[in-house]
């Protein structure tokens, strides 16, 4: 009743969010029409994807959530922070929402930007129970839009989410339709000659290891705001405008690379907090990550959003246009990337069949090779980082890993998050500007610039032909949880000793990112870390409870890669009693 | 991961999950927190066989599982079906039990029946699967029979992808036994081996794949001498169609 009178009071107060603070929203089997195919799946109020929740930083929501289904289900908030009994994962934050029952969510909203919701019951996420919220802040933007669209994507499969990860522990590569084939190497052999093809055939062989193997889950059909490449999601703009795109991924497996052609993107947010614009032609979009761009066509023509998985397996594609019905020129899916021996650096232990083994890791860490020339450069803003990161790296030691004479990638781009040499850095399509993680720089510190008071180590491990994932060699049924203590500051040490993408994402405390920036590293909710390499990121814990730490790709989280974290000590926040805790936040 | 060994079949089997926690706080009783455990049907092969003098045979290997990463039950079955006297040729089932001996390599025990036209027979199976390097596919066996005989059979496959649909796979089976069992025609040595080579196109994902291939079958040593002693053939080359079955 407290929050019925709080938001009508926020209703008088704010005439635009008159509904504000009290929303409901159901769990229904919906029927998801891809264009390409009709499937059934799982939606919010009647629809997947679910509506846009548009919230306000500084109010406290109540948000009543009925299961329609004939199983549990639950809502995560992911990127909100909130009191843990509020943060909807099943046995962590609560005992998860039993068929035909209703539950009241309540929690303050302490923050704004970009993020979104989804089920953490099951593969109910990847069957289509996401949706995007969007939170307007307290005070000024520190930039200008005339308009805001959310530019939500997915990549749905024609098969049922339990059906295709029956199909991944089966055959690992039942849908990796990119294999190396005999035409590759002869194709290989015309290119660097017989002995040099043979021997890269041998030396992946010899692993096990598939170079093809960048996208376990093809065949999707990439959806924006749940619109197919052919049905053309369209959003319309004046010409001139200023247009704030709210890029959301909400893909189970598949990782976006974004581009608009004809248009420069200037990125502004990225997981919901602002950073220092940088501008772009293209840029890669992690699952579960958000970033939000403005872009300023200036001509009434139609311009196409087009984003290409990162193993050019599929595409999703919208439109930007004066009116419904125009189109633009879509582009052809360019050639899917290779994975490099560079790529499996963290994983010099396979051969032995020693998971264990983390040897050759350190050569990567490119955390600590880049605190030089980086901190320096820290301070003017992003331009030109990219390139001094990427000269800092030079001096990167791989005489270990015996390459030989290895087909290696093209093209020499380079980036400081992804290993050297690696067949994974993305290139702009036009030859520009592509984002990078060490462009990102805060736009207002969060916190407090302090030296962490520990690191943690967590090496992201797996096992392809047996499709397992895990952390530190563990699966979540067999971990132990991952204990912090409340008021510590945490460097976190990823080293992914596998040859997969693993975007990493921290429930309920924010994950500062070293970009080597100092207090200007930008906070992130899902940290993206690439095969062969080591990244840090920080977090203030500063949330008492317990919360879900895991890879965000669908299959690997289910599968084993996945953490509980426990932060002890702490406010006294008595435990189950979520609603007092929110109402006692929202008063705050 | 890899820690277990056959030893821990047992253990597997009634591992606890461990709370820690205070109990003020929500456990985590969801799926997630339990093994997962899945199922899948494959029939490697499912052919008709017609061989170069008129046999014809409708023969299938197939295998279905269920079970989490660490423990899996499995059921392989085999046989080959003659379609003129309408007789099992042969006729094997075995049910096993399996787990992760290296990153690669499963160990697998359990029995194996023979129910064919003629004599029974009842085999202890102790075998290695897994995928070696080089994406050999490969699967050994050993096997004690009711008898006190004991064989061991060496299988492997090779898959040439000419694109990612069309398919040639390769496959060798060898069978040598350590003593003789006459009563089934069993000679001590290497007792047969059958090579294949079956050209696959992907219609349906990988759940359907039909094929056209090629099968010899060769019988060695005291075995040949006993088909021969019976009237039988010590070789045969097969025409065969069928298709590569999952589900």
Known sequence: MKNALMAGALGLLMPVMAAAGEYSLTVDRVMIDTGDFVKEGIGYNGASPGPVLRFKEGESVTINVTNNLDEPTSIHWHGLILPFEQDGVPGISFEGIQPGETFTYEFPIVQSGTYWFHSHSGFQEPNGAYGAIVIEPEGREPFRYDRDYVVQLTDKHPHDANRVMRNLKMMPDYYNRQQQTVGDFFADISKHGFMTALQDRLAWGDMRMMKADVEDVQGFTGLINGKGPEQNWTGVFEPGERIRLRFINSSAMAYFDIRIPGLEMTVVQADGNNVQPVTVDEFRIGVAETYDVIVRPKTAEAYTIFAESMGRSGYARATLAPEEGMQGPVPELREAPLLTMADMGGMHGMADGDMATRAGAEDMDHGNMSQGSMEQASMNGSSGMAADAGTSMAGMDHSGMDHGAMIMAEGGASDPFYAEGSGLVPVAANGGKFLSYSDLRAQKPLYEEREPTREIELRLTGNMERYTWSIDGVKYEDAEPLKLQYGERVRFKFVNETMMTHPMHLHGMWSILDVGAGEWNPVKHTVSVQPGTTVYMETEVDAPGQWAFHCHLSYHAASGMFRKVVVEGGPDQGNTAGVEVANDGGDA | ?247
């Open chain 2, 1 to 247: 991961m890899r820690t277990l060994t056959l030893s821990a079949l047992a253990l597997a089997l009634t591992l606890p999950s461990l709370p820690v926690l205070g109990s003020d706080m929500p456990q985590d009783q969801s799926g997630r927190k339990d093994a997962l455990s899945l199922w899948g049907v494959q029939f490697e092969e499912l052919e008709y066989r017609y061989s170069d003098d008129d046999e014809e045979l409708g023969v299938w290997n197939g295998d279905a599982f269920y079970g989490t990463d660490e423990l899996k039950f499995r059921w392989l079955t085999k046989g080959e079906y003659a379609i003129e006297e309408e007789a099992y040729e042969k006729l094997e089932n075995q049910l096993l039990l399996q787990t992760p001996v290296s990153s690669f390599f499963d160990a697998k025990a359990g029995v194996r029946f023979d129910t064919p036209e003629g004599p029974d027979r009842t085999y202890g199976v102790l075998g290695l699967t897994g995928l070696a390097p080089h994406w050999f596919e490969v699967d050994a066996s050993l096997y004690v029979s009711d008898e006190g005989d004991t064989s061991a059979e060496f299988d492997a496959e090779y898959e040439l992808l000419f694109t990612n649909h069309l398919i040639l796979s390769a496959a060798l089976d060898a069978t040598v036994a350590f003593s003789e069992d006459r009563e089934i025609g069993v000679g001590k040595g290497l007792v047969s081996t059958e090579t294949g080579l079956r050209l696959s196109y992907d219609l349906v994902d990988r759940s359907f794949s039909p094929y056209l291939g090629v099968v010899h079958e060769r019988k060695y040593g005291d075995t040949a001498d006993f088909a021969e002693a019976e009237g039988g053939g010590t070789e045969d080359w097969f025409a065969v169609i069928g298709a590569r079955v999952s589900f």
